[in-house]
């Protein structure tokens, strides 16, 4: 199938208000079945699913920017374009979008098809007062992407996707920032190499938009979080280019590069990197396992990373996860244990033994496999770890379902010390449940963990609940229509989930983001977790790269603390 034609449609084909390529959206049977689970579950059938508004029927303000003429750089005004980039892909995002409530869009989308038009537009923008939103592919899951309410500018780097060097050698590649995963993964496979980071919106997500949010990839262990992939960064700010050198290891004072690991856009765009990349595997083995109970799987997977085996998938599912995913039986009867091992060349027989005989010696069962793969095992997965990995890349377009029906669903992902692990698990699935029943009556609780590391580990929730009751809806403005109440009626009971979740993560001394990023959502918590003069630094580099506070104001740090009023730029 031919790729659409951009003029015709800017999306590309993907979703202008929710997850993905609109082809692959859950169609009338799968809604069904969505249905019947939550009757199921909650007791009451959800009203019927509702299709997106038509984009057309989105009232929009005219842009209030032109560019000037000596620019010369892509920009659109196209409504559908400009509906799209007035979003990602949080929960409050999807629900309000869906029914026709973008409170913001961007006035003008930019294409810069060079880094030299890069630096064009953010002299200009700087110059004039503009906002300058950088964009890579509109996943983020936490308000990153949102538009200001100011003059506003959406920087798509979409143009900058090409793998423009590789250094065979030392086994580096220098990647352009708005390269899409499969853009990298094709390119680098003319040269048998993998970047081997896989998150779950590698599909739909941009090289630079990892690095910007510290982005982790699906591998349980070992080098998997962009950072650990990153060998120099090359970003421009307002005041200059900024580019470090590529070494495999550096003690000459603070990193600048890590400096802009999880920049999220504030200060600077980032336009390429040298990333460390390596061959692709060929060699795979998988296995399935049972355990009796969370905590023992928990203390299972605590001695597998503590002996030194560095599994590539490792992912210990409660038995709620475990049914909903597939790789455990349907009845919610099993902990699963999900575990998988890659490499170049080695064969892998003796490495899965070793794992597995620790993990019998931790009371765990083996249930399907292991199962021996050789030639190219990029992507493949068989038994309960393929189960699990269709259902992981599925996860976004059930979850824009079962908006569609009316429920509230999020996800939470943080990490903690392995002392602190249990407890903190028991809380949040407590926390998450007792919440979402006060704000909809009903709530389905799903647990894994996603990464595992020597010291501790990554728990991540799903939370699944019917929708708002009446009782607890918000009063909304009749003049706002049916649709758009619906859709700020979800949202209302979804912020006070994510809010009563979110400060018993904090409580507990674990990190509100793991691997999602801070963005909007995170950013009352985040504030908290930092250290006061880390933030004051923080904001002194903000005032050095962007002293007009052009980029992505309200990230990370406030805009307001930076500009005098009356200054050049100022947009006080």
Same mark, same amino acid.
């Given at each position: 199938?031919?790729?659409?034609?951009?003029?015709?449609?800017?999306?590309?084909?993907?979703?202008?208000?929710?997850?993905?390529?609109?082809?692959?959206?859950?169609?009338?049977?799968?809604?069904?079945?969505?249905?019947?689970?939550?009757?199921?579950?909650?007791?009451?059938?959800?009203?019927?699913?509702?299709?997106?508004?038509?984009?057309?029927?989105?009232?929009?303000?005219?842009?209030?920017?032109?560019?000037?003429?000596?620019?010369?750089?892509?920009?659109?005004?196209?409504?559908?374009?400009?509906?799209?980039?007035?979003?990602?892909?949080?929960?409050?995002?999807?629900?309000?979008?869906?029914?026709?409530?973008?409170?913001?869009?961007?006035?003008?989308?930019?294409?810069?098809?060079?880094?030299?038009?890069?630096?064009?537009?953010?002299?200009?923008?700087?110059?004039?007062?503009?906002?300058?939103?950088?964009?890579?592919?509109?996943?983020?899951?936490?308000?990153?992407?949102?538009?200001?309410?100011?003059?506003?500018?959406?920087?798509?780097?979409?143009?900058?996707?090409?793998?423009?060097?590789?250094?065979?050698?030392?086994?580096?590649?220098?990647?352009?920032?708005?390269?899409?995963?499969?853009?990298?993964?094709?390119?680098?496979?003319?040269?048998?190499?993998?970047?081997?980071?896989?998150?779950?919106?590698?599909?739909?997500?941009?090289?630079?938009?990892?690095?910007?949010?510290?982005?982790?990839?699906?591998?349980?262990?070992?080098?998997?979080?962009?950072?650990?992939?990153?060998?120099?960064?090359?970003?421009?700010?307002?005041?200059?280019?900024?580019?470090? @050198?590529? !070494?495999?290891?550096? +003690?000459?004072? %603070?990193?600048?590069? *890590? =400096? /802009?690991?999880?920049? $999220?856009?504030? #200060?600077?765009?980032?336009?390429?990197?040298?990333?460390?990349?390596?061959?692709?595997?060929?060699?795979?083995?998988?296995?399935?396992?049972?355990?009796?109970?969370?905590?023992?799987?928990?203390?299972?997977? @605590?001695? !597998?990373?503590?002996? +030194?085996?560095? %599994?590539?998938?490792? *992912? =210990? /599912?409660?038995?709620? $996860?475990?049914? #909903?995913?597939?790789?455990?039986?349907?009845?919610?009867?099993?902990?699963?244990?999900?575990?998988?091992?890659?490499?170049?060349?080695?064969?892998?027989?003796?490495?899965?033994?070793?794992?597995?005989?620790?993990?019998?010696?931790?009371?765990?069962?083996?249930?399907?496999?292991?199962?021996?793969?050789?030639?190219?095992?990029?992507?493949?997965?068989?038994?309960?770890?393929?189960?699990?990995?269709?259902?992981?890349?599925?996860?976004?377009?059930?979850?824009?379902?079962?908006?569609?029906?009316?429920?509230?669903?999020?996800?939470?992902?943080?990490?903690?010390?392995?002392?602190?692990?249990?407890?903190?698990?028991?809380?949040?699935?407590?926390?998450?449940?007792?919440?979402?029943?006060?704000?909809?009556?009903?709530?389905?609780?799903?647990?894994?963990?996603?990464?595992?590391?020597?010291?501790?580990?990554?728990?991540?929730?799903?939370?699944?609940?019917?929708?708002?009751?009446?009782?607890?809806?918000?009063?909304?403005?009749?003049?706002?229509?049916?649709?758009?109440?619906?859709?700020?009626?979800?949202?209302?009971?979804?912020?006070?989930?994510?809010?009563?979740?979110?400060?018993?993560?904090?409580?507990?001394?674990?990190?509100?983001?793991?691997?999602?990023?801070?963005?909007?959502?995170?950013?009352?918590?985040?504030?908290?977790?930092?250290?006061?003069?880390?933030?004051?630094?923080?904001?002194?580099?903000?005032?050095?790269?962007?002293?007009?506070?052009?980029?992505?104001?309200?990230?990370?740090?406030?805009?307001?603390?930076?500009?005098?009023?009356?200054?050049?730029?100022?947009?006080?």
């Amino acid at each position: 199938m031919s790729a659409p034609d951009r003029r015709q449609d800017p999306t590309g084909g993907r979703s202008w208000w929710g997850w993905g390529h609109r082809e692959q959206a859950l169609g009338a049977d799968a809604l069904d079945g969505l249905a019947a689970l939550l009757t199921q579950r909650f007791g009451l059938p959800p009203p019927g699913a509702l299709d997106p508004v038509d984009p057309a029927a989105v009232a929009l303000s005219e842009p209030r920017v032109r560019l000037p003429d000596h620019l010369d750089v892509p920009a659109s005004r196209d409504p559908v374009d400009r509906l799209w980039h007035g979003h990602g892909n949080a929960f409050r995002d999807v629900a309000r979008a869906l029914h026709g409530d973008v409170p913001r869009v961007p006035d003008l989308v930019v294409r810069p098809r060079s880094p030299a038009e890069v630096e064009a537009v953010l002299d200009h923008a700087t110059q004039v007062g503009l906002v300058v939103v950088p964009w890579g592919g509109g996943s983020s899951v936490v308000g990153g992407v949102t538009p200001s309410a100011e003059p506003c500018l959406s920087l798509d780097l979409g143009h900058l996707d090409r793998v423009l060097e590789v250094e065979p050698v030392s086994r580096t590649a220098r990647i352009q920032a708005g390269a899409l995963g499969p853009q990298i993964e094709a390119q680098l496979r003319a040269h048998g190499l993998t970047l081997r980071h896989f998150p779950q919106s590698w599909e739909f997500s941009t090289l630079g938009g990892w690095l910007a949010t510290r982005a982790g990839g699906h591998f349980a262990t070992g080098p998997t979080h962009i950072d650990d992939l990153t060998a120099a960064i090359t970003a421009c700010t307002p005041t200059g280019w900024w580019s470090s @050198r590529r !070494l495999p290891g550096s +003690g000459a004072g %603070p990193s600048p590069d *890590r =400096l /802009l690991l999880g920049s $999220e856009g504030v #200060l600077g765009v980032i336009t390429e990197a040298w990333m460390r990349v390596q061959p692709r595997p060929r060699a795979r083995a998988q296995a399935t396992l049972r355990l009796a109970s969370f905590d023992a799987g928990l203390a299972a997977v @605590r001695a !597998l990373v503590q002996d +030194g085996l560095r %599994p590539a998938n490792c *992912r =210990l /599912l409660d038995p709620v $996860e475990a049914a #909903l995913s597939g790789a455990g039986p349907a009845d919610g009867s099993d902990t699963v244990l999900v575990l998988g091992f890659e490499a170049v060349e080695a064969p892998l027989d003796g490495i899965m033994d070793r794992a597995l005989t620790l993990l019998r010696d931790n009371d765990a069962e083996v249930v399907d496999g292991p199962h021996l793969r050789g030639g190219d095992a990029t992507g493949t997965a068989e038994g309960g770890a393929g189960a699990w990995r269709r259902a992981f890349l599925q996860g976004p377009y059930l979850r824009d379902g079962l908006i569609r029906l009316g429920a509230v669903v999020e996800t939470f992902e943080t990490a903690t010390s392995w002392e602190r692990a249990g407890e903190l698990i028991a809380t949040l699935r407590d926390t998450a449940a007792r919440a979402a029943r006060e704000v909809c009556g009903g709530a389905m609780v799903a647990v894994r963990t996603t990464h595992a590391y020597p010291d501790g580990v990554a728990p991540y929730l799903t939370v699944i609940a019917p929708g708002p009751l009446p009782a607890r809806r918000r009063p909304i403005s009749p003049e706002v229509g049916e649709r758009v109440a619906r859709g700020r009626a979800q949202v209302a009971a979804w912020d006070e989930i994510k809010v009563a979740v979110s400060e018993a993560i904090d409580a507990a001394g674990a990190t509100i983001t793991h691997h999602h990023a801070v963005g909007r959502d995170h950013r009352a918590w985040y504030d908290r977790q930092r250290p006061e003069p880390f933030a004051r630094a923080l904001v002194a580099a903000k005032a050095a790269l962007d002293p007009s506070a052009v980029l992505n104001p309200g990230l990370l740090v406030d805009p307001g603390l930076l500009v005098e009023p009356g200054a050049p730029g100022s947009r006080q």
